[in-house]
T-cell receptor, first 112, second 114 residues
């Protein structure tokens, strides 16, 4: 069964600290993996997209990694800011079907 | 470039009433999606259109939900009659043909069913 699981479910960190969010998937065949940021009351916004051959991709203070062998991805946030408070959703594209499999999201709260 | 537009942003109705949501995708995007996002969960695909044809509606509760995209641009999603468990955010997204180019989401419509 195609599944995407994220951990932790929620996370609280202090402003300026780093954090790492995890995404494990069992989607096959794999096409690509995206990380989205969803602010409260808004739709998700894409942060990064990675294909099978890409191990890491950065977008400012956000760095995503992908290990296609272990089917794991992580999103690392450096020097967190209050505006990073949001839900972060991992989404895997199941290649042939074109279906997107969504994780349940990790809710991050950055406190001053 | 204008984003995906949705209206209304918020809607409160009583159970058994009807409600409709509207979505205007990014210009030129052939594919349009409607998602249901229950609080604390990831979005769940309800229906996917390619132009004005339905590609996937396997998770659409067809006894009460309907959607159309008559001219291949705007789309409406209707719930009739609404149930308490329909309380959620309804997200519209669009993309060029296929998904490699990325999917862009609208702000969503938050529905509360009392």
């Amino acid at each position: 069964k195609n599944q995407v699981e994220q951990s932790p479910q929620s996370l609280i960190i202090l402003e300026g600290k780093n954090c790492t969010l995890q995404c494990n998937y069992t989607v096959s065949p794999f096409s690509n993996l995206r990380w989205y940021k969803q602010d409260t009351g808004r739709g998700p916004v894409s942060l990064t997209i990675m294909t099978f051959s890409e191990n890491t991709k950065s977008n400012g203070r956000y760095t995503a990694t992908l290990d296609a062998d272990t089917k794991q991805s992580s999103l690392h946030i450096t020097a967190s800011q209050l505006s990073d408070s949001a839900s972060y959703i991992c989404v895997v594209n199941a290649g042939n079907t074109g279906k997107l499999i969504f994780g349940q999201g990790t809710t991050l709260q950055v406190k001053p | 470039e204008a984003g995906v537009a949705q209206s209304p942003r918020y809607k409160i109705i009583e159970k058994r009433q009807s409600v409709a949501f509207w979505c205007n995708p990014i210009s030129g995007h052939a594919t349009l999606y409607w998602y249901q996002q229950i609080l604390g969960q990831g979005p769940k695909l309800l229906i996917q259109f390619q132009n004005n044809g339905v590609v996937d509606d396997s998770q659409l509760p067809k006894d009460r939900f309907s959607a159309e995209r008559l001219k291949g641009v705007d789309s409406t999603l209707k719930i009739q009659p609404a149930k308490l468990e329909d309380s959620a955010v309804y997200l519209c997204a669009s993309s060029f043909t296929g998904l490699r180019e990325g999917q862009f989401f609208g702000p969503g419509t938050r529905l509360t069913v009392l």
